[in-house]
């Protein structure tokens, strides 16, 4: 799919992205310490995909922006604690705790949140331009 791009354009969908970068990592942190009764049910923390879409003329303009097309859970293995008193422990007195590295989770939120604040400055700095390229004409 082809289309036009102007650069609010690109920006807005940036920021989107971003946002999208945000949500995911705050659903990791709140299930963090989350268990399960089971392997397969404990939480695995998610990212977005993100895939590349190019304007009419990307040739000419080389304007590109960027797309969610999916979120995908993280291929990472649970712990298995043994907590017999635990409610959700199984048979065997074991419980299944979230796949979810913390740390990692407050990089990329710290990553994301960099590149929608960059992107927004970029945005105020491109009207700000505009603003004072109308001016002169008066």
């Known amino acids: 799919m082809t289309m036009t791009m102007n650069v609010f354009d690109i920006s807005a969908r940036a920021m989107s992205a971003q946002m999208m970068r945000l949500n995911t990592t705050a659903s990791n942190l709140a299930n963090a310490n989350t268990v399960s009764t089971n392997e397969e049910d404990a939480y695995r923390a998610m990212r977005p995909v993100f895939e590349t879409e190019y304007a009419d003329q990307m040739k000419q303009s080389g304007l590109a922006t960027v797309n969610v097309t999916d979120v995908v859970s993280l291929d990472r293995e649970v712990s298995r604690s043994f907590q017999p008193d635990h409610p959700l422990a199984d048979p065997e007195g074991y419980v299944y705790e979230a796949a979810v590295n913390t ?32 001016r002169m004409g008066q």
Do not use: G, H, P, W
């Not at 590149?115 to 390229?133: D, F």
């Open 103 to 134: 740390d990692e989770e407050m990089v990329e939120m710290m990553e994301a949140s960099r590149q929608y604040q960059n992107t927004l400055e970029a945005v105020s700095t491109i009207r700000n331009l505009m603003a004072k390229t109308m």
